[in-house]
Nanobody, 128 residues
């Protein structure tokens, strides 16, 4: 089992910044990928960013590329999402997720079904 706890959401004005954190506990040794997804009211959950837990390679949705950066601190079992130049369209509940037991295999990090564990979500609201 892996438990994920998110923090850092809040209300900001357009152009502002927030940093989200996702702290993992439990069987953290099994984590191979971690990702961020978001869901706005009435819309499907969408991919935001992902990171390879060991190699630190990252991927981003086109809508956030150049504005968001994800990183990890393995010693703290924590993943971060630095969000800069926020736009009203970024308003959503943000979820972190962990995928386990993918060592040595290729996995589609942009797909929600690739992840086994999910955080509770944290609200990000960007006002215009």
């Amino acid at each position: 089992q892996v438990q994920l706890v998110e923090s850092g959401g809040g209300l900001v004005q357009a152009g502002g910044s927030l940093r989200l954190s996702c702290a993992a506990s439990g069987r953290t040794f099994s984590i191979d990928i971690m990702g961020w997804f978001r869901q706005a009211p009435g819309k499907e959950r969408e991919f935001v960013a992902a990171i390879n837990w060991s190699g630190s390679s990252t991927s981003y949705a086109d809508s956030v590329k150049g504005r968001f950066t994800t990183s990890r601190d393995k010693a703290k079992n924590t993943m971060y999402l630095q969000m800069n130049n926020l736009k009203p369209e970024d308003t959503a509940v943000y979820y972190c997720a962990a995928g386990i037991n993918y060592s040595g295999r290729t996995v589609s990090t942009t797909l929600a079904r690739s992840y086994n564990y999910w955080g509770q979500g944290t609200q990000v609201t960007v006002s215009s």
